[in-house]
C-alpha cells in the first residue's frame, strides 16, 4: 500500500540560542512573546502546506485563546514578527496569511523520504490562487510552473497535477449542516465540560446570579442558543466540514448564550458578507 501523503511534520529545529529579535520580542510582552512566537511556528508545522489563514475573526478568535492571549495581544505580536521579517510581510498585509519561508526550509528534511514535496512560497502562491484566497498577478494572470528552492534538486519541480489534486480534495470535503438534537448531545459531553463550566460562570456574572445552577444553564441558555443557532444556519443554508467545526464556531460565535434568533442571523448573515468564502472552511 503506498504511503500517504502528508503536508505536515511532528517536529522542527528549536534553537537555544536567540538573538535580538527575540530579545525585543520578550522585552515588549514578556513571557507571551515567546510563547506565542514558538506556538505559532508548532501551528505552522502541524497545519497542512505549513502556512495559517487569519482573515476569518473566527479562526482568530480560536487561536488566541489556544495561546492564551487576548486576540489584540496576539495581532500585535503578528504584526512585530512580519516587521520582524519573521512572516511574510505581503501575505501577511494582503492576505492574513502567516508563512515563514525559513521554517518550512528547516523542516524539508522531514520531506527527504516521502512521495511528495515541501512546499515553498512559490508553490504556496499556486495553491492560494487555486483556492481563491489569492488573485493573480495583473502582469502575470496565468502564473507559470514554479519550482521548489534549489531548482536542480530533481524533488524541487512543483507539478500542477499536485496543485489541482489539492483543489480537487477541497471539493470533494463533505458538507456538514447542523442537527440541533444531534449538537446538543455533543456539546454536553465530557470534551465540553470545562468550557461549559467557563460559559455558565461567565454567565452568572452577567446576570448577577439569575442563573442558579449549572444544571439551568445548560437546560435553559446553552439549549436556546444552540436551537436558534441550527434554525439559523437552515435558514440562510450555511453549511461545514464536519461536526467538530460546526461546534468549534458555535463556541467561539455565540460565548453559549445567544439565544435570540435575530441575533445569530445578524451575526451570520454579517459573517457571510464579510467574505467571499463560505464559513464552512471552519474544520
Same mark, same amino acid.
Given at each position: 500500500?503506498?504511503?500517504?501523503?502528508?503536508?505536515?511534520?511532528?517536529?522542527?529545529?528549536?534553537?537555544?540560542?536567540?538573538?535580538?529579535?527575540?530579545?525585543?520580542?520578550?522585552? &515588549?510582552?514578556?513571557?507571551?512573546?515567546?510563547?506565542?512566537?514558538?506556538?505559532?511556528?508548532?501551528?505552522?508545522?502541524?497545519?497542512?502546506?505549513? @502556512?495559517?489563514?487569519?482573515?476569518?475573526?473566527?479562526?482568530?478568535?480560536?487561536?488566541?485563546?489556544?495561546?492564551?492571549?487576548?486576540?489584540?495581544?496576539?495581532?500585535?505580536?503578528?504584526?512585530?514578527?512580519? &516587521?520582524?521579517?519573521?512572516?511574510?510581510?505581503?501575505?501577511?498585509?494582503?492576505?492574513?496569511?502567516?508563512?515563514?519561508?525559513?521554517?518550512?526550509?528547516?523542516?524539508?528534511?522531514?520531506?527527504?523520504?516521502?512521495?511528495?514535496?515541501?512546499?515553498?512560497?512559490?508553490?504556496?502562491?499556486?495553491?492560494?490562487?487555486?483556492?481563491?484566497?489569492?488573485?493573480?498577478?495583473?502582469?502575470?494572470?496565468?502564473?507559470?510552473?514554479?519550482?521548489?528552492?534549489?531548482?536542480?534538486?530533481?524533488?524541487?519541480?512543483?507539478?500542477?497535477?499536485?496543485?489541482?489534486?489539492?483543489?480537487?480534495?477541497?471539493?470533494?470535503?463533505?458538507? @456538514?449542516?447542523?442537527?440541533?438534537?444531534?449538537?446538543?448531545?455533543?456539546? &454536553?459531553?465530557?470534551?465540553?465540560?470545562?468550557?461549559?463550566?467557563?460559559?455558565?460562570?461567565?454567565?452568572?456574572?452577567?446576570?448577577?446570579?439569575?442563573?442558579?445552577?449549572?444544571?439551568?444553564?445548560?437546560?435553559?441558555?446553552?439549549?436556546?442558543?444552540?436551537?436558534?443557532?441550527?434554525?439559523?444556519?437552515?435558514?440562510?443554508?450555511?453549511?461545514? @466540514?464536519?461536526?467538530?467545526?460546526?461546534?468549534?464556531?458555535?463556541?467561539?460565535?455565540?460565548?453559549?448564550?445567544?439565544?435570540?434568533?435575530?441575533?445569530?442571523?445578524?451575526?451570520?448573515?454579517?459573517?457571510?458578507?464579510?467574505?467571499?468564502?463560505?464559513?464552512?472552511?471552519?474544520?
Amino acid at each position: 500500500m503506498a504511503r500517504q501523503e502528508r503536508n505536515d511534520v511532528d517536529y522542527f529545529p528549536h534553537s537555544v540560542t536567540h538573538g535580538k529579535k527575540m530579545f525585543y520580542i520578550r522585552s &515588549k510582552f514578556g513571557n507571551d512573546g515567546y510563547a506565542v512566537w514558538f506556538m505559532l511556528l508548532e501551528n505552522l508545522g502541524k497545519a497542512s502546506y505549513h @502556512y495559517l489563514n487569519l482573515s476569518d475573526d473566527v479562526e482568530l478568535m480560536y487561536l488566541s485563546s489556544e495561546l492564551k492571549v487576548s486576540d489584540i495581544v496576539l495581532t500585535e505580536i503578528i504584526k512585530d514578527l512580519v &516587521k520582524l521579517d519573521e512572516f511574510d510581510k505581503e501575505l501577511w498585509e494582503e492576505n492574513k496569511i502567516l508563512f515563514n519561508n525559513k521554517f518550512v526550509e528547516n523542516v524539508s528534511d522531514a520531506y527527504k523520504k516521502r512521495n511528495n514535496n515541501c512546499i515553498d512560497r512559490n508553490s504556496l502562491l499556486l495553491l492560494l490562487q487555486s483556492k481563491g484566497i489569492r488573485k493573480p498577478s495583473k502582469g502575470n494572470p496565468k502564473p507559470p510552473k514554479f519550482t521548489l528552492k534549489g531548482g536542480s534538486n530533481p524533488q524541487s519541480k512543483v507539478k500542477d497535477s499536485k496543485v489541482k489534486e489539492i483543489k480537487e480534495k477541497e471539493i470533494k470535503r463533505k458538507e @456538514y449542516k447542523p442537527e440541533f438534537k444531534t449538537l446538543f448531545s455533543k456539546i &454536553k459531553g465530557r470534551p465540553n465540560q470545562e468550557w461549559i463550566s467557563e460559559m455558565y460562570e461567565d454567565r452568572k456574572e452577567r446576570t448577577a446570579g439569575h442563573e442558579l445552577t449549572l444544571q439551568k444553564y445548560i437546560d435553559n441558555t446553552l439549549m436556546r442558543s444552540l436551537h436558534e443557532f441550527t434554525c439559523s444556519c437552515k435558514v440562510y443554508n450555511i453549511t461545514f @466540514y464536519s461536526e467538530s467545526g460546526c461546534i468549534k464556531y458555535f463556541k467561539l460565535a455565540s460565548k453559549g448564550y445567544i439565544t435570540s434568533a435575530d441575533s445569530w442571523r445578524k451575526l451570520l448573515n454579517k459573517i457571510r458578507q464579510r467574505s467571499e468564502e463560505n464559513i464552512s472552511n471552519i474544520n
